[in-house]
């Protein structure tokens, strides 16, 4: 094709958008509101709040936090409308930005649009590492999986809001919510061979994260020894384990 028919085409081309409407005319509406506006996606955000939760009205984060309000401590506790917005929203397919919810000022402090609350003081490369996460939050299928389903945040584990590369979870904090250990080691005593126990062995006390890792495939440390083995399969491990 010529260049001057190569112009004439794509001009035909636009002009059929706008007379006949389609994608031109869908997107209208959608470049009118604000950034950070639920509007574009939602008509009515009563709509995907739990049944029988009372109305709400607006189109910005603050529509929520006005009754629900954020919680930077970091507790060991379920926080469901963290997990239900991030999960909604942000990881693979999640087309949203932090930044509709979030505000931030690199190495400073890193809250929610309108309200004054920060939850921390991320750099830029601790931003990438913590959005790593969060990419694969809702499908990676590993402990974090696991944990976001049943509404535990990052910093149900992390013991602080903001996650930083390098960061582990001691065995104290994972006990405070599946502990005592005694307890724990009763429910995974095998009955075939109750000395083949996760949780109870000549191992003695080691790290949780040895076997169930927070980011990757969690993996069983007994089998890496005792090839034959068989061993209930661990949550966040590969299929074929
Ligand atoms: C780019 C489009 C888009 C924008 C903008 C958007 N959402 Fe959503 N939202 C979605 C989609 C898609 C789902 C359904 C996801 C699913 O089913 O997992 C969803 C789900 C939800 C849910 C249900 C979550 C749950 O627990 O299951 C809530 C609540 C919600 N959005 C609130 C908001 C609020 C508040 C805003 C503005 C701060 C907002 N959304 C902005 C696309 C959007
Ligand atoms: C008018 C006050 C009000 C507003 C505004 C509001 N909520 Fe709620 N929400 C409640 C009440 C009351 C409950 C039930 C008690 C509770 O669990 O806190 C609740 C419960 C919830 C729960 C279940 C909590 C759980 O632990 O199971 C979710 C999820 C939720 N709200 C999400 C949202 C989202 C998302 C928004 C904003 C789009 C929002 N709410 C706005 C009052 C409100
Ligand atoms: C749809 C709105 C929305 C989007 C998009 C969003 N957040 Fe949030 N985020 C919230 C709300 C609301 C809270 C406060 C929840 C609370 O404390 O109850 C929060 C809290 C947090 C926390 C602290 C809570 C904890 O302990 O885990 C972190 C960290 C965080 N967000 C990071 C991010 C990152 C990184 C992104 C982008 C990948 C993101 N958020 C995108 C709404 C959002
Ligand atoms: C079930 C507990 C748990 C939850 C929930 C959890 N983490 Fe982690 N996280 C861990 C563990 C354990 C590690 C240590 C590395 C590993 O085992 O994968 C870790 C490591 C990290 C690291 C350091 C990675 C590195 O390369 O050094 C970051 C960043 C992080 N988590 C962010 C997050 C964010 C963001 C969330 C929420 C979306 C989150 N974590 C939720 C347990 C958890
Ligand atoms: C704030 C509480 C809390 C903390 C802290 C916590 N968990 Fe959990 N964990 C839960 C809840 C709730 C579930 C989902 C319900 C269930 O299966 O018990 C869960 C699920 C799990 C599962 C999957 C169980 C299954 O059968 O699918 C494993 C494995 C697990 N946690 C290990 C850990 C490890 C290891 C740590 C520390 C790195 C940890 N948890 C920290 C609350 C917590
Ligand atoms: C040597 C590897 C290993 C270590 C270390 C380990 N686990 Fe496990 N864990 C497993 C295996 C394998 C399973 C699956 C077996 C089962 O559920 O009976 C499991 C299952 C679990 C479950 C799910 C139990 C259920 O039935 O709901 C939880 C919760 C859990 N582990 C928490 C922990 C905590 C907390 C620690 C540290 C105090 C820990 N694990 C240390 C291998 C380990
Ligand atoms: C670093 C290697 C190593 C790891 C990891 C390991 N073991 Fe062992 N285990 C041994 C050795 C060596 C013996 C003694 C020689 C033998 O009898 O095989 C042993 C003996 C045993 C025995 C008694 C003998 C038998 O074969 O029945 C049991 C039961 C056992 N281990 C369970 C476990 C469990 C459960 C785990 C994980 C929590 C584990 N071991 C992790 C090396 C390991």
């Known amino acids: 094709m010529k260049k001057s028919m ?6 035909a081309c636009l002009l059929s958008h706008y007379v006949v409407g389609g994608p031109v005319e869908a997107a209208k509406p959608a470049a009118k509101v604000s950034k950070t506006s639920c509007a574009t996606c939602h008509t009515d955000l009563s709509a995907v709040v739990p049944k029988g939760h009372p109305p ?5 984060i603050a529509a929520c936090l006005g009754c629900h309000k ?3 401590s970091g507790k060991a506790a379920k926080n469901r409308i963290s997990t239900g917005l991030h ?13 509709m919810c979030h505000t931030w000022k690199p190495g400073k402090s890193f809250g929610l649009q309108d309200q004054k609350v ?8 601790e931003l990438e590492a ?4 969060f990419a694969s939050w809702k499908s990676s299928g590993y402990t974090d999986t696991l944990h976001g389903k049943a509404g535990i945040v990052c910093g149900g584990c992390h013991g602080s809001a903001m996650a930083r590369e390098g960061d582990t979870v001691e065995n104290s904090r994972c006990l405070e919510c ?15 061979f109750p000395d083949r126990n996760p949780h109870k062995s000549h191992l003695g006390e080691i790290a949780c994260t040895v076997c169930h890792k927070g980011h990757a495939e969690s993996k069983t440390y007994c089998i890496e020894c005792h090839k034959l083995f068989k061993m209930k399969k661990i949550p966040g491990g590969s299929a074929s384990q």
């Open 6 to 11: 190569l112009t004439l085409f794509a001009l």
């Open 56 to 60: 709400v009205k607006g189109s910005d």
């Open 70 to 72: 954020p919680d930077a």
């Open 87 to 99: 999960r909604a929203h942000v990881g693979e397919g999640g087309k949203v930005d932090c930044m």
């Open 118 to 125: 920060s939850f921390g003081s991320p750099t830029k490369d």
């Open 130 to 133: 913590m959005k790593k996460v």
């Open 178 to 192: 599946h502990g005592p250990m005694e307890k724990l080691a009763k429910k995974s005593e095998p009955q075939d």
